[in-house]
Nanobody
Framework: QVQLVESGGGLVQAGGSLRLSCAAS????????MGWYRQVSGKQRELVANITIGGITNYVDSVKGRFTISRGNAKNTVYLQMNSLKPEDTAVYYC????????WGKGTLVTVSS
């Protein structure tokens, strides 16, 4: 059993910054890729950014240059530094870990006011 716990969401004004954190616990052998997805009510969940165990990163075009994903030294934590936030970044952000199966956190709400 694997649990992912996110933290760091909240309300921020446009142009501001937030840092999301996610820690995986439980029976963990090796997490290949960890990432962040987001979902707006009524829309599909979309990939925001992910990072492999080797440090290769991938970002959706809309956040390139503003968001930075990183992993902790223990490799079972992942962070998302979000700068220059825009109202369209408002969503529930979910942590994801890819092992034999996909594991998901419960989500953390990010609200960016204009």
């Amino acid at each position: 059993q694997v649990q992912l716990v996110e933290s760091g969401g909240g309300l921020v004004q446009a142009g501001g910054s937030l840092r999301l954190s996610c820690a995986a616990s439980g029976t963990i052998f090796s997490i290949n890729t960890m990432g962040w997805y987001r979902q707006v009510s009524g829309k599909q969940r979309e990939l925001v950014a992910n990072i492999t165990i080797g440090g290769i990163t991938n970002y959706v075009d809309s956040v390139k240059g503003r968001f930075t994903i990183s992993r902790g030294n223990a490799k079972n934590t992942v962070y998302l530094q979000m700068n220059s936030l825009k109202p369209e970044d408002t969503a529930v952000y979910y942590c994801n870990a890819k092992m034999t199966f996909d594991y998901w956190g419960k989500g953390t709400l990010v609200t960016v006011s204009s």
